[in-house]
């Protein structure tokens, strides 16, 4: 017990101590309070609203596509996306603390099913994949943090019913977005390409280009090839938002107040394809049809599958590029059943494939001219010798043959009748190697891609003696099998209309092309192509070119010709026939045939340039298992050059009727026969 006064004095002390020691305290504090307030103030007061302010990407308008007289290839229209945060900031209690914080949680599958159970699916496939993408983004740390668009489309259904549920608003959005639209649908369907959503793979190698997951993407076509063009640069917008990221209909003015600026987006340049849209319909009507049937779903509506080019004979560009079937592109902007898909997949007629330069195709007497200048570059051929053809000749123990005995011929009329035993010989008797076939066909670009550089462009096939040895497939009647676009002899339907549009001019080997210029949104020119050579030199002489040329003026304009009897009214068309041998001598025994799909009967080409004296224009069509090639692809090309001449020239230009008209399906006369055989 303290009774006298100096015992007050060690609490004194210690009083003392502890007044120092508040002292110091409260100064520290108050010396962190001026530097929160007033030395870093601006600062933190930035990053408090950046608590309640959220910035979102604003998608640029993606180019347009249009073609040579401006009409509509590829536009956007705006449509509502489904927008999901895998991983969204929550609102967490802690009953210890008494005290709530915003954490990063992932959606549960409980709230996965809601969501799911609004959207109407299109089979259990496309159901499952919508739950696996967002069950892939809650499982990602980083992207899912993000809004990532889930599914693009929404009808105004779906719209309605996740919009009224509140309870979805902190980790589902509902964003304007544009999508794709084809104008033409399945007519350019292989020229535009479509879009799809970026994959895995291809985000993680364009991850530095600003693609996100859920973006969309060129998969195809032009949309493929010029997708840097087309993409535009993503703007940015600010929005007010609460603690949960929900968007606040009416923030305070102070919140107003401090959102910045947005940034524009920059639209996407727009692409004025050398496409004639016109034209490219008369093709197809010409055909029959393009589009890929769903109903009957094992054929489509032409009945027919085959590939189309029109160019100009001087420049490559391509004022009609056709492929049939096709699939609308537009089916790409909405998910597909498995059914459908399978359908696609599993149809003869590859409805999947551009037919003009992913599929290669033995040429059959189209190629007759490769071989015919192989042999005119020799100075000990004479083209004018008589050889004379009884129908075949007999070679290694077996026997060519030919469709009839086309008599005494020389070059011309070789090329004219298509005889193919004048061939034979010529590889029999007078040189015809495959090595001289090969350096030919090569200088005429064959055997490797055009370069148009779109769609995957097959290389196809010019054989050699040393890559026959070593497939083991050389025999001694493979060169003269070659000799007439036979044996392992592959193009496309690009690479022949390159080949007889250089016959055309003269010699100039062209590098075809699509895209005409590039603009932006205002009209300022980003490029402009310029028609390419591949090489300097003419591959063939001015007299070498005149013979063939004169036979392939006397294919459709003598009468003994192989399409003559396709002949045109008012301009003389050059042109050649050819059968590919590829079909089943008969159908096989209780074998179901599918329409339009008759593998017992060969590929029918013709291969035209138009006008004769002074072409401007290349056609060359090619119709699967068609036929004869006058039959089957003569008239398709006849109708394309009498459309486009006809729209340039005074006066129309009719197709030929004969008094003795064919039918539908009678194929043409042989030279000099009745009008019961083909060639």
Excluded at 23 to 45: H, I, P
Excluded at 491 to 500: A, D, E, N, P, R
Excluded at 553 to 578: F, H, I, M, Q, W
């Amino acid at each position: 017990m303290l009774s006298r006064p100096e015992d007050l004095r060690p609490l004194k002390l210690r009083f003392q101590l502890m007044l120092v020691v508040t002292m110091v305290v409260f100064l520290v504090l108050g010396g962190r309070l001026f530097q929160l307030q007033v030395l870093e103030g601006d600062q933190y007061a930035s990053r408090a609203e950046r608590n309640f302010l959220q910035s979102i990407d604003v998608e640029a308008p993606r180019g347009r596509i249009f073609d040579s007289k401006g009409r509509p290839l590829a536009v956007n229209r705006p449509a509502y996306t489904l927008m999901v945060t895998g991983r969204p900031r929550v609102l967490v209690e802690d009953e210890a603390a008494k005290s709530a914080e915003l954490r990063r949680i992932a959606v549960t599958d409980a709230q996965v099913d809601e969501l799911a159970a609004l959207i109407d699916f299109q089979d259990e496939t496309d159901e499952l994949k919508f739950v696996s993408r967002i069950e892939e983004l809650r499982d990602d740390e980083e992207s899912g943090r993000y809004a990532v668009a889930i599914r693009s489309n929404l009808s105004d259904r779906e719209y309605a019913r996740i919009k009224t549920r509140e309870q979805l608003a902190s980790w589902v959005d509902i964003r304007k977005r544009a999508r794709r639209f084809y104008p033409e649908g399945a007519l350019t369907a292989f020229i535009t390409g479509y879009m799809r959503e970026i994959s895995r793979e291809e985000l993680e190698r364009r991850g530095q280009a600003g693609y996100r997951v859920g973006d969309r993407i060129g998969k195809t076509g032009l949309e493929r090839q010029w997708e840097n063009y087309l993409r535009g640069r993503t703007g940015m917008a600010n929005r007010v938002v609460n603690a949960l990221g929900i968007p606040v209909v009416n923030p305070p003015a102070m919140a107003s107040a401090a959102l910045a600026d947005p940034v524009e987006p920059i639209p996407g340049q727009d692409i004025h394809v050398s496409i004639d849209v016109e034209l490219q319909r008369v093709a197809a009507e010409a055909f029959g049809s393009v589009l890929y049937d769903e109903v009957s779903q094992t054929e489509y509506g032409g009945r027919r599958a085959g590939g189309l080019v029109a160019m100009e004979v001087d420049t490559g560009r391509i004022l009609a590029m056709v492929s049939v079937p096709s699939i609308d592109p537009n089916e790409w902007e909405q998910p597909i059943t498995r059914a459908k898909f399978g359908d696609w997949t599993a149809s003869p007629f590859k409805p999947f494939i551009d037919k003009t330069i992913q599929e290669n195709y033995f040429p059959g007497s189209t190629y007759k001219v490769v071989s015919a200048l192989s042999m005119l570059v020799d100075s000990s051929y004479d083209p004018d010798e008589i050889i004379e053809c009884g129908r075949y000749v007999e070679y290694g123990g077996r026997k060519f043959r030919d469709t009839h005995a086309c008599g005494p011929v020389g070059l011309e009329d070789a090329i004219i009748q298509s005889c193919n035993v004048y061939f034979y010989r010529l590889a029999m008797e007078r040189g015809l190697t495959l090595s001289k076939m090969e350096a030919t066909a090569r200088s005429f670009g064959l055997g490797e891609p055009t370069g148009l550089g779109i769609n995957s462009e097959a290389s196809g096939t010019v054989p050699t003696e040393a890559s026959e040895i070593r497939q083991g497939s050389f025999q001694q009647g493979v060169r003269l099998n070659s000799a007439i676009g036979q044996g392992n002899v592959k193009v496309t339907v690009l690479q022949l209309s390159v080949l007889y549009a250089t016959i055309a001019n003269g010699g100039s080997v062209v590098t075809p092309s699509l895209v005409d210029r590039i603009e932006t949104r205002d009209g300022k020119l980003v490029f402009e192509n310029e028609p390419r050579l591949r090489e300097a030199s003419p591959p063939l002489e001015s007299f070498d070119r005149e013979r063939i040329h004169r036979g392939l003026v006397g294919v459709v304009n003598d009468p003994k010709g192989t399409a003559y009897s396709e002949r045109l009214n008012g301009v003389t068309v050059a042109g050649k026939t050819g059968t590919a041998q590829v079909g089943r001598d008969r159908r096989r025994v209780g074998e179901q045939g599918i329409v339009g799909w008759d593998t017992t009967q060969d590929h029918a080409w013709f291969a035209a340039y138009a006008p004769a004296e002074d072409p401007e224009i290349v056609v060359v069509a090619l119709v699967a298992h068609g036929g004869a090639g006058a039959d089957a692809a003569a008239p398709i090309v006849m109708r394309v050059i009498g459309d486009y001449l006809g729209g340039r020239r005074a006066g129309s230009v009719n197709r030929t009727v004969s008094p003795a008209r064919r039918d539908a399906g009678v194929p043409p006369p042989l030279p000099g026969a009745d009008r019961k055989g083909a060639r």
